[in-house]
């Protein structure tokens, strides 16, 4: 490990942060992990901002299993990783990895804030490019909050709607402040 930095949060929470080389961040709250690991950053800068940014202060923000329905369920568990900006042509490009250690297929639900680390500045516009998932209908105001914090499920018809262990959904966002972005997530004036 290269260093590590512990941030306080509100309850009596510790955010703390370990880059392990160039190569690797890794996020914990308290004892327990945040299921938040990237691999192989391309760019330094953004790994030390999203280390720095407090990507998990948003409320509601990460992975969680649920039932069919949508509801989170107690037990298994669902985590995120994101690999690295990959995209000269666009602000980012960046892929999100959800999976879990469960051998039994469980269904998804993946909240991120698009303009919290590794996807800050915010962007215009936010397209996913793999088609594997649905995105929650966005609220009155979204364009104009300081956040953009979106959800996503697995998209049943495509096979998607859950993950297992070794069997993980990829998702392909890229943002961009011009021209066309996949599938779009959202786009703001």
């Known amino acids: ?45 953004r790994a030390a901002a999203a280390a720095s940014s407090g990507t998990w202060s948003a409320a ?23 690999g690295p900006d990959t995209d000269g ?41 793999s088609g594997g998932a649905v995105i929650a209908p966005l609220p009155p105001g979204f364009c104009s909050a300081s956040t953009r914090v979106v959800t996503f499920t697995g998209r049943a018809d495509w096979g998607k709607a859950t993950i297992s262990a070794g069997n993980p959904v990829v998702l392909d966002f890229v943002g961009s402040n011009t021209g066309s972005s996949g599938n779009l997530v959202y786009s703001c004036p």
Do not use: H
């Not at 308290?30 to 800068?45: H, K, R, V």
């Not at 509601?60 to 649920?66: K, L, N, W």
């Not at 999100?96 to 915010?122: C, G, N």
């Open 60 to 82: 509601g923000v990460g992975c969680v299993v649920t039932d069919s329905a949508g509801n989170p369920i107690p037990g298994p568990t669902c985590q995120v990783a994101f």
């Open 89 to 129: 042509s666009a602000d980012w490009n960046i892929k999100a990895t959800v999976s879990t250690s469960s051998t039994t297929p469980v269904y998804w639900k993946l909240t991120i804030d698009f303009a919290a680390a590794p996807f800050a500045p915010a962007v215009k516009r936010v397209g996913e490019y």
């Open 1 to 45: 490990m290269i260093g590590a930095l512990t941030l306080g949060r509100a309850r009596r929470t510790s955010l703390v942060v370990a880059v392990a080389a160039a190569s690797m961040l890794a996020v914990t709250a308290g004892t327990s992990a945040i299921g938040a690991t990237s691999a192989a950053w391309t760019n330094g800068a």
